[in-house]
Protein backbone atom coordinates (compact mmCIF):
# COMPACT_ATOMS: atom_id res chain seq x y z
CA UNK A 1 0.00 0.00 0.00
CA UNK A 2 1.65 3.59 -1.10
CA UNK A 3 0.82 6.17 1.93
CA UNK A 4 -1.17 6.36 4.98
CA UNK A 5 -3.90 8.93 6.43
CA UNK A 6 -2.20 12.48 7.26
CA UNK A 7 -3.67 15.28 8.74
CA UNK A 8 -2.92 19.20 8.73
CA UNK A 9 -3.69 22.09 10.27
CA UNK A 10 -3.97 25.02 7.36
CA UNK A 11 -3.30 28.77 8.77
CA UNK A 12 -6.01 31.37 7.41
CA UNK A 13 -5.35 33.81 4.55
CA UNK A 14 -4.61 36.60 7.14
CA UNK A 15 -1.86 34.40 8.42
CA UNK A 16 0.12 33.80 5.04
CA UNK A 17 3.49 34.67 4.47
CA UNK A 18 5.64 36.07 1.13
CA UNK A 19 8.22 33.57 1.98
CA UNK A 20 9.24 29.81 3.61
CA UNK A 21 11.75 27.73 4.16
CA UNK A 22 11.05 23.41 4.52
CA UNK A 23 12.68 20.57 4.74
CA UNK A 24 11.43 17.19 2.84
CA UNK A 25 12.67 14.63 4.97
CA UNK A 26 15.29 11.40 3.09
CA UNK A 27 12.71 9.06 3.94
CA UNK A 28 10.07 9.03 1.59
CA UNK A 29 10.44 8.96 -2.35
CA UNK A 30 7.29 10.99 -3.16
CA UNK A 31 7.64 15.06 -1.89
CA UNK A 32 5.65 18.02 -2.64
CA UNK A 33 5.13 21.31 -1.47
CA UNK A 34 1.34 22.48 -2.14
CA UNK A 35 0.83 25.67 -2.38
CA UNK A 36 -2.04 28.27 -1.72
CA UNK A 37 -2.03 31.25 -3.47
CA UNK A 38 -3.93 34.57 -5.43
CA UNK A 39 -4.66 32.88 -9.09
CA UNK A 40 -1.45 35.27 -10.87
CA UNK A 41 0.72 35.17 -8.08
CA UNK A 42 5.06 34.94 -9.11
CA UNK A 43 6.35 32.54 -7.29
CA UNK A 44 10.16 30.71 -6.82
CA UNK A 45 10.67 27.37 -5.80
CA UNK A 46 14.66 26.89 -5.60
CA UNK A 47 15.26 29.74 -7.76
CA UNK A 48 13.15 28.18 -10.36
CA UNK A 49 10.35 31.10 -11.58
CA UNK A 50 6.48 29.42 -11.75
CA UNK A 51 3.47 31.95 -12.34
CA UNK A 52 0.34 30.39 -10.72
CA UNK A 53 -2.34 29.66 -13.16
CA UNK A 54 -5.45 28.43 -12.06
CA UNK A 55 -8.11 29.73 -14.55
CA UNK A 56 -10.90 27.61 -14.75
CA UNK A 57 -9.88 25.21 -11.55
CA UNK A 58 -10.43 28.35 -8.97
CA UNK A 59 -10.19 26.85 -5.57
CA UNK A 60 -11.97 29.59 -3.60
CA UNK A 61 -12.64 33.26 -3.48
CA UNK A 62 -11.64 34.75 -0.58
CA UNK A 63 -12.45 38.87 -0.58
CA UNK A 64 -12.54 38.88 -3.86
CA UNK A 65 -9.44 37.46 -4.54
CA UNK A 66 -9.14 34.21 -6.60
CA UNK A 67 -7.03 31.54 -5.12
CA UNK A 68 -5.51 28.33 -6.44
CA UNK A 69 -4.02 25.18 -5.04
CA UNK A 70 -1.27 23.53 -6.54
CA UNK A 71 1.43 21.23 -5.75
CA UNK A 72 4.52 20.85 -6.82
CA UNK A 73 6.93 17.94 -6.85
CA UNK A 74 10.75 18.67 -4.78
CA UNK A 75 13.38 16.33 -4.25
CA UNK A 76 14.41 15.67 -0.67
CA UNK A 77 16.68 18.13 1.91
CA UNK A 78 15.98 21.57 2.48
CA UNK A 79 13.91 24.10 0.19
CA UNK A 80 12.94 27.92 -0.29
CA UNK A 81 10.32 28.98 -1.61
CA UNK A 82 9.34 32.98 -2.33
CA UNK A 83 5.93 35.02 -3.83
CA UNK A 84 5.48 38.22 -4.94
CA UNK A 85 2.08 38.08 -2.78
CA UNK A 86 1.44 36.66 0.54
CA UNK A 87 1.05 32.63 0.31
CA UNK A 88 0.43 29.32 2.15
CA UNK A 89 2.26 26.51 2.07
CA UNK A 90 2.54 22.88 3.20
CA UNK A 91 4.53 19.89 2.72
CA UNK A 92 3.45 16.62 2.41
CA UNK A 93 5.05 13.03 1.41
CA UNK A 94 4.48 9.52 1.12
CA UNK A 95 5.81 6.38 0.55
CA UNK A 96 4.77 2.44 1.10
CA UNK A 97 2.85 2.48 4.24
CA UNK A 98 3.65 5.46 5.23
CA UNK A 99 3.37 9.46 4.73
CA UNK A 100 3.80 12.80 6.20
CA UNK A 101 2.37 16.49 6.19
CA UNK A 102 2.73 19.44 7.66
CA UNK A 103 2.11 23.21 8.08
CA UNK A 104 5.44 25.18 6.49
CA UNK A 105 4.67 28.16 8.24
CA UNK A 106 2.30 30.67 9.26
CA UNK A 107 2.00 34.58 10.45
CA UNK A 108 1.72 35.40 14.48
CA UNK A 109 -0.35 39.11 13.68
CA UNK A 110 -3.06 39.43 14.85
CA UNK A 111 -6.24 39.17 13.45
CA UNK A 112 -9.46 39.33 14.84
CA UNK A 113 -10.43 42.09 17.86
CA UNK A 114 -11.01 41.37 21.62
CA UNK A 115 -14.14 43.32 21.62
CA UNK A 116 -17.13 41.24 20.32
CA UNK A 117 -20.56 42.83 19.84
CA UNK A 118 -22.93 40.36 18.52
CA UNK A 119 -23.15 37.64 15.90
CA UNK A 120 -22.32 35.52 13.84
CA UNK A 121 -25.75 35.02 13.06
CA UNK A 122 -27.62 31.98 11.96
CA UNK A 123 -30.72 31.34 10.80
CA UNK A 124 -32.93 29.00 12.76
CA UNK A 125 -36.06 29.02 10.44
CA UNK A 126 -37.00 29.63 7.00
CA UNK A 127 -38.20 27.74 4.17
CA UNK A 128 -35.86 29.96 1.74
CA UNK A 129 -32.73 31.17 1.66
CA UNK A 130 -32.11 34.83 3.42
CA UNK A 131 -30.02 37.68 2.16
CA UNK A 132 -28.81 39.23 5.09
CA UNK A 133 -26.07 42.44 5.05
CA UNK A 134 -24.48 44.24 7.60
CA UNK A 135 -25.21 48.35 7.65
CA UNK A 136 -21.81 49.25 9.03
CA UNK A 137 -19.82 47.32 11.04
CA UNK A 138 -19.09 46.91 14.59
CA UNK A 139 -17.76 49.11 17.13
CA UNK A 140 -15.35 48.61 20.01
CA UNK A 141 -15.65 52.04 20.92
CA UNK A 142 -19.33 52.64 21.15
CA UNK A 143 -20.29 49.16 21.85
CA UNK A 144 -22.79 48.85 19.63
CA UNK A 145 -23.73 46.24 16.96
CA UNK A 146 -24.70 47.79 13.50
CA UNK A 147 -28.04 47.05 11.88
CA UNK A 148 -28.55 43.64 10.04
CA UNK A 149 -31.17 44.25 6.95
CA UNK A 150 -32.43 41.51 4.96
CA UNK A 151 -35.25 40.17 2.48
CA UNK A 152 -36.94 36.79 2.20
CA UNK A 153 -40.03 36.71 -0.01
CA UNK A 154 -41.64 34.07 2.90
CA UNK A 155 -42.56 35.14 6.53
CA UNK A 156 -41.71 34.86 9.39
CA UNK A 157 -37.83 34.54 9.93
CA UNK A 158 -35.87 33.94 13.26
CA UNK A 159 -32.25 34.86 13.15
CA UNK A 160 -30.17 34.13 16.48
CA UNK A 161 -27.19 35.02 17.85
CA UNK A 162 -24.85 31.75 17.65
CA UNK A 163 -22.62 32.97 20.40
CA UNK A 164 -25.81 33.72 22.88
CA UNK A 165 -28.65 31.24 21.49
CA UNK A 166 -31.39 32.89 24.41
CA UNK A 167 -30.89 36.09 21.79
CA UNK A 168 -33.45 35.49 19.03
CA UNK A 169 -35.07 38.44 16.65
CA UNK A 170 -38.37 37.32 14.95
CA UNK A 171 -39.44 38.77 12.07
CA UNK A 172 -42.68 38.59 10.44
Do not use: K
Not at 74 to 88: D, L, T, W
Not at 131 to 159: H, R
Amino acid sequence: MIGDPALIAIPPVEQYQFDYVFYTPPTFANNFVNVMSPNGMSLTIDGAAETVDCTGDIAGTIDLVDYCCEAYEVQQGGHSIEGSEPFGIYATGFDQFASYGYTGGTGLQGISSACVNGGPYRVTSCTTPVTATLNGSASCDSNATPLLFWSTPDAPVEIEDVTDPSTTVSVD
